[in-house]
Every structure is written in C-alpha cells, then in structure tokens.
C-alpha cells in the first residue's frame, strides 16, 4: 500500500491540477478567459431555478383532442369507403365517443363491415336491426393513444426550447396528463408561452373553387377555415377548404427563416421523399388550382399553382415580420404538438431569492470547511492537515466535474456539497484510526500506516458504495431538486475515494520518504 511509483504519481498530480484548472473559471470573471484558445476550460457551472431566478410553467396535454381527431379521421375513412362502394347511406359522424351512420341498403351490411374493418383493426363494429352501425375504437387503443400524446409532447417541446437557446431547462412529466417547465435565467417567458401555445400542426389542402356557400355551411367533405388575408370587403378572408390531407407537415425535414426575390420575409421548407412525391403528384394534378396551406386551423398562404412543383421544396409567404417567419421556421422543424397545450399555472422566480439562497449556501459550506478543517488539526495534527489539504483538491474536483459535465447546481446541490465535505475526511478518519491501534498492538511506524490503508479499505468501499447506490436511486427516481442533490453526492463520493485512498496516502508516503520519523505525529 505505500509502493508509489512514478507513473501513479504524476497521474495523481495531473488530476489535482486538471481539478483546479476547470474549477477556476467559477471563482473569477466572466470576461477573463476572452481571447484564449477554445480548448483552454471556460465553462462554469449552471445555476438552477431556485439560484438564478427564471420561469416555472405547468402545462397540460389536452388528450381528448387526440381521441376527437382519431375519431374524425375514422369519420372521413369511413365516407371515403363507403363513396367508394357506391352505398347510400345516412347521419354520419361522432356520438360521444363513437363513429355512427344508417346504411341504405341492408343487404350490403356484410360487405361493408369487412371493408371498415380493414380500415383500422382497433374499431369495434356493432349493427342493429335497422341497418345502424356503431364504431367504438377500443378503450387500450385510445389510453395507448393518450400516453403516446403526451410522451410526444414532452419532445417536441424540449426541442422548441432548446431551438430557443435557453440553457438547461428542466422538463419532466408529471401525473398523467401534466409536464413542468422550468426556465432558468428566462425572466419574461412570453414568447416561450407563445411558442408552446401553438400545436404547429401544418397541413396542405385543396381549395374548395367553388363560391361560399350562402347558407355559411361548409359542403360535405370541407370546412371552413379563417385567414390573416383581407378580402376586397376589408375583412379577412375565409377559404373553403377541402378536408382530405394532401401532404402533412409530418413530411418536412427542414425549414428556414429566409427572403423572397422581393426581400420579404418568407419561410423556406424542404420534404423528405415521400412528401416530395406527394408534393409533386399535387401539384401536377391540380395546376391553377388554389393550394391552401393550413397551420393550426389557420389558411396561413393559399397560393395558385402555377406549375409543377416536383423540386421537394416549397415557400410559405404572406404578411409575415422577420421575428414571425423565426418563429415560424423553429416551430416546423421541432414539429407538431400530437395536442393542443393548457398552461395551468405560471410562477417567475426573481433571482434576489437566488442571490440569498447562493449566499447562504457560501456561508455554510464556509463554516463547514473551517469547523472540518479545525477539527481534524486537532485530533489527528499532522495527518489532519495532509486530509484537510485533499479535502480542498476534493472540493476543486467537484466543482470542475460539475463544471465540465454542464450540470445543473440547484440549492439541494449545494446541500449535497456540504454533506460531501463531512464525508470526504470520514475515510481518514477510519484510516488514522487504524493506525493508531496498529500503534498500540506494537507494530513499527511504517507497518502500521500500511496495515492501516490496507485495512481500512474494505469498510471504506463498502460505506461508500451503499451511499453511493442510494445516490443512483434518488437521481433515478427523484426529480428536480432531488436529482440536483443527488448529481452531486454522486460526484463527491467519487471524488472523495480519489482523495481519501490516493492523495493523502501519496502525501504521506512523500512524508515518510523525507522525514523518516520515530514516532506517529497524532
């Protein structure tokens, strides 16, 4: 235990001093390490919510949307199929949570139960005695539905905020149908709200080219949907647009806040394959035709096709500012939201509530240090000062750890410090302790600082493994704060094995080279 070779050694020293070296953009100036080399540490440690202040939101996903769009789109599968089959038939559509409609012709009841059956193998078909289909999509099928939608949701909204440059965010679901939010350093959560408040989800349609109906009814098959255009009239524009879904949103790969030929802001999108099949086979059939581009409910654009569209890449243009089509771009390329989002309650933590919480948490890792430091000078002398010396690297190496992995340090964290610097000095006590009564059994000065480590290492392992898997458990199944707490208790209890077993042990063998003692200075 006390054969150090050189190679160990200078292992040990490049550690310690890679420790203090991505420690110490914490401790100064954010503008000191401006104009050095990008491989030189400059990162620092992120601040929570609770320590810098920001925006906590809880949202929740409307997951009844997902179940009503299932059900409308069962409705069109089912009036496409039966147009098909040239059946007559009667009162189409949703009751409560069921597709219902009379077929005309009762003999063709058969006929047309294999072929919705086909259509989606969840449905659950019952027909009466007067030719009255009912069609119930299996409960499993829709709670599976539900649960995707949120987890789906999750997601997409983690990738709207990251597109929106925030640093660490925390997102995580909670209950069934709920996500939180938090924003650290977003002190005016507008826009991210904005951001969220809007499903995103882009559809392109036919335009219905016949004149609006006078009634205000759409005709079977369409709807009618508002636009931000302005009519002749001085209001804005509605189109009659065509339900069926030419190409979904769900086909873009890309899209890019750009400009026009004529230096308006526009937003330029790209498909994958199969959507620039579909884009082009449009486009080919339906040429002077209007092409409605629907996002949200909204027609956003509904441009004449003039010709063939076959390059996989299209324009959204309209009344757009530069900050909208931004806005625009980011939303298309995180995706659309599978429902609409409630935002339940909004809190904005200032950050003087941060700056006390920082403050209070320097004071007692101070006081811990000093009351550390003091106590095992006193009890143990010299190899209390080699343990409090480790005890300062252990410290460095937490916080260039935390530093260099980005973590997030919230005020459990800084609790979970404080606890760490107890714990680090616990294996040297375990081990002076040793060594003491290796002392009082006879055993020579070396005999016994070996016999002491080698000893003393199995109860030490064994302390810290189990504090260590209850760390692992809290950071899996906690959330927030506890993972905060958790992250570093992790961190500490592995660097403080480092220190405890490698770095004192060296300094006292470097010691005992050099002085070659007589008697144990405890």
Known sequence: MLDFPTWKRTLILVICALGI???????????TFEGLPEWMPGKTINLGLDLQGGSHLLLEVDTDAVVKER????????????????????????????????????????AIRRQIRNIDPDVQ?????????????????????????????????????????????????????????????????????????????????????GPM?????????????????????????????RKRVRVSGDTLVDAQATFDQNNQPVVSFRFDSVGGRKFCKVSKDNVGKLFAIVLDGKVISAPVIREPICGGSGQI???????????????????????????LE???????????SIEAGKIASIIGVVLVVVFMVVVYGLFGLIADA???????LIVALLSGLQATLTLPGIAGIVLTMGMAVDANVLIFERIREEIRSGQTL???IDAGYRRALTTIIDSNLTTLIAAVLLFVFGSGPIKGFAVTLSLGIMTSMFTAIMLTRMLIVIWLRRTRPQALPI
Do not use: C, W
């Not at 070296?21 to 503008?31: E, V």
């Not at 649960?147 to 925390?170: F, H, K, L």
């Open 21 to 31: 070296l991505y420690a110490g953009p914490n401790f100064l100036p954010d503008r």
């Open 71 to 110: 059900l409308e789109n069962l409705v069109e599968s089912v009036r496409v199929t039966l147009r098909r089959a040239r059946v007559r038939y009667s009162g189409l559509g949703i009751d409560g949570q069921n597709v219902v409609f009379r077929l005309r012709e009762p003999e063709k009841i058969e």
């Open 125 to 209: 078909i019952t027909v009466d005695d007067s030719a009255g289909f009912n069609l119930a999509v299996r409960e499993q099928a829709l709670e599976d539905r539900r649960v995707n939608a949120v987890e789906q949701s999750i997601e997409i909204v983690r990738r709207r905020i990251d597109e929106t440059g925030t640093r660490e965010p925390t997102i995580q679901r909670q209950g069934d149908e709920r996500i939180i939010i938090q924003l650290p350093g977003v002190k005016d959560p507008e826009r991210i709200k904005q951001l969220l408040g809007k499903t995103a989800k882009l559809t392109f349609h036919m335009v219905n080219m």
């Open 213 to 241: 109906p006078a009634s205000g009814r759409a005709p079977p098959g369409t709807r009618i949907l508002p636009s931000d255009d302005i009519g002749s009239d001085g209001k804005p524009r509605t189109y009659v647009v």
């Open 317 to 343: 243009s309209g009344s757009f500012t530069v900050a909208q089509v931004q806005d625009l771009a980011l939303l298309l390329r995180a995706g659309a939201l599978p429902a609409p989002l409630k935002i």
């Open 346 to 356: 909004e809190r904005t933590v200032g950050p003087g509530l941060g700056r006390d």
């Open 390 to 396: 480790a005890l300062l690297f252990n410290i460095a």
């Open 446 to 448: 070396i005999s016994a």
